[in-house]
């Protein structure tokens, strides 16, 4: 089967910097997403990784090792708008994303 | 931002009834797909279309028909609503499936069936 896992709830501090994991298990690879997703509201886009590495994009970054089956997306300089959901979705062989269930992120003053 | 509309945002219906869901595009778009978010689960995909009359089922597409006679248009139908289809549904469109082709999601539909 096809499994995606991140880490349901994580908490960090305004200004700080946070790690947020996601291990895959899919049919094929074609690459990773990364959505953010502040509740009530639509996903929006953050970044894709397909080869391995670290991908910069302001205080947004995302890395990605396909033999471990793994990504991250680091946030740096939290703000409090940055409380929200994401999600990591893997493109499988047939093009289809798969996602995980989210990691809630709460920023605390 | 993508220009993506759900009708409607939310309603509210009776175990039995039928439901249909609308997603309209003005991106021309050829690829269109529905999913259902539920807590603890993550997006589902129901069904999806490449283009029109061309549709084909995703990985929850039971109890779920959809319909695309026009490039703008992807119509989301429940035959007979169950409680198990309360829901949060959203549509996405891409450009095209595979590669660096970000998905743009509309605002979703809350659905709540009694």
């Known amino acids: 089967g096809q499994n995606i896992d991140q880490p349901t709830e994580m908490t960090a501090t305004e200004g700080a910097i946070v790690q947020i994991n996601c291990t895959y298990q899919t049919s094929g690879f074609n690459g990773l997403f990364w959505y953010q997703q502040h509740a009530g509201e639509a996903p929006t886009f953050l970044s894709y990784n397909v080869l391995d590495g670290l991908e910069e994009k302001g205080r947004f970054s995302s890395f990605l090792s396909r033999s471990k089956g793994y990504s991250y997306l680091l946030l740096k300089e939290l703000q409090m708008k940055d409380s929200a959901s994401y999600l990591c979705?893997?493109?499988?062989?047939?093009?289809?994303?798969?996602w995980g269930a989210g990691t809630k992120l709460i920023i605390k003053p | 931002d993508a220009g993506i509309t759900q009708s409607p945002r939310h309603k509210v219906t009776e175990t039995g009834t039928p439901v249909t869901l609308r997603c309209h595009q003005t991106e021309n778009h050829r690829y269109m797909y529905w999913y259902r978010q539920d807590p603890g689960h993550g997006l589902r995909l129901i069904h999806y279309?490449?283009?029109?009359?061309?549709?084909d089922k995703g990985e929850v597409s039971d109890g779920y028909s959809v319909s695309r006679s026009k490039t703008e248009d992807f119509l989301l139908t429940l035959e007979s609503a169950t409680s198990s289809q309360t829901s949060v549904y959203f549509c996405?469109?891409?450009?095209?499936?595979?590669?660096?082709?970000?998905?743009?999601f509309g605002p979703g539909t809350r659905l709540t069936v009694l």
């Open positions: 279309s490449y283009g029109v009359k061309d549709t």
């Open positions: 979705a893997v493109m499988d062989s047939n093009y289809q994303l798969i």
């Open positions: 996405a469109i891409s450009e095209s499936a595979g590669g660096y082709n970000e998905q743009f």
